[in-house]
């Protein structure tokens, strides 16, 4: 049996608000983008030259949803972006003026630093010691 997980859907205010951080701040690669009704649009990126799995960015549907919005796990980090050259991104990012957290660091398994997307979620971008691309 072959499996793997396609999308993960991030909860969002604004689709092009959306789309403009992950396509120009994080350089991912626009998908999909087609409209479904009125207020619902099924929008994929994925980070570039991805054969993984993608976002689906989902514009929040009612307070609910609205609530969770840039805290879908509770303030843990919620994404890793594994990269072949950390700072290379770091610092393509860092131009970009995405928040970091915190200092790159060192640890046993790679170099590693958090950041905060447009809405506060954690991500951990990440270039581990022993992955292939």
């Not at 991030?10 to 992950?22: C, E, G, R, T």
């Not at 990269?83 to 790159?104: C, G, H, I, S, Y």
């Not at 046993?108 to 447009?118: A, I, K, P, R, S």
Request: proline share 2%; no cysteine; net charge negative.
């Amino acid at each position: 049996m072959k499996q793997n997980i396609g999308l993960m859907t991030l909860v969002v205010s604004d689709y092009d608000d959306a789309i403009a951080f992950y396509t120009q701040k994080l350089q991912f690669d626009l998908v999909e983008d087609t409209r479904l009704s009125d207020t619902k649009r099924w929008v994929v990126v994925k980070p570039k030259n991805s054969s993984g799995s993608g976002l689906l960015l989902a514009k929040a549907d009612g307070e609910k949803q609205q609530n969770h919005i840039g805290n879908q796990t509770g303030g843990r980090v919620f994404l890793f972006l594994h990269t072949d050259d950390f700072w290379r991104d770091f610092n393509n990012m860092k131009a970009a003026e995405v928040q970091f957290l915190e200092a790159p660091r060192e640890e046993v398994y790679g170099t590693v630093e958090d950041f905060e997307d447009l809405y506060g979620n954690k991500w951990d971008l990440l270039e581990m010691k022993n992955e292939t691309f």
